[in-house]
């Protein structure tokens, strides 16, 4: 089986028929309520999204309202299975909410190991950008995205910004 990681970044962007597939199967929302900004959107204001905001994670762009955010895509075979991504500052909503990497498999790929793959290859992300410290959060029943983070080395720590969530598990991970 051959893994092949996209890197999306401004101008490279090309939702073509397999990925924009992919973006409508998986739903608008979740049964964890996580929801796919993309869902519903035609394939150019998918592409016009992205690249906006590649431009702000290359800087090219810079914006107050946004946090830099690369966004990549893990094909199998040719096909893309899922999606992630790496914010690569948090603010204090992200730091409650969601962290700094997260992804999506599509549901008729769950349950093969995709988004552990996925989330391996963005830790390594990154790390090579020089990052020392990842944290990630999930609900508590999301059996899956919870074995994501642990077989990734996260550790479940309490968050200082919402300490008695006991709906939410946080992680962090030394790199």
Not at 38 to 58: H, L, P, R, S, V
Not at 74 to 83: E, N, S, T
Request: some cysteine; charged content about 25%; proline content about 4%.
């Amino acid at each position: 089986m051959e893994y092949l990681l996209l890197e999306l970044r401004p101008y490279m962007i090309d939702v073509n028929d397999d990925l924009y597939e992919m973006l409508q199967e998986i739903p608008y929302k979740d049964e964890f309520d996580q929801t796919n900004e993309f869902y519903g959107k035609t394939k150019q204001q998918i592409k016009d999204e992205i690249n906006a905001k590649m431009k702000i994670a290359y800087s090219l762009n810079l914006s107050r309202n946004v946090l830099p955010n690369e966004t990549y895509v893990l094909y199998v075979d040719g096909k893309p299975v899922c999606m992630g991504g790496l914010r690569l500052r948090l603010n204090n909503f992200l730091k409650r909410h969601s962290g700094n990497i997260w992804y999506k498999t599509r549901p008729s790929q769950r349950h093969k190991g995709y988004a552990t793959i996925l989330a391996k290859l963005i830790c390594e992300r990154a790390k090579d950008l020089g990052m020392s410290e990842l944290v990630a959060q999930c609900d508590v029943n999301n059996v899956g995205s919870n074995k994501v983070l642990q077989n990734n080395g996260f550790k479940t720590y309490v968050n200082p910004l919402c300490p008695d969530w006991d709906d939410t598990n946080f992680y962090k991970k030394k790199l």
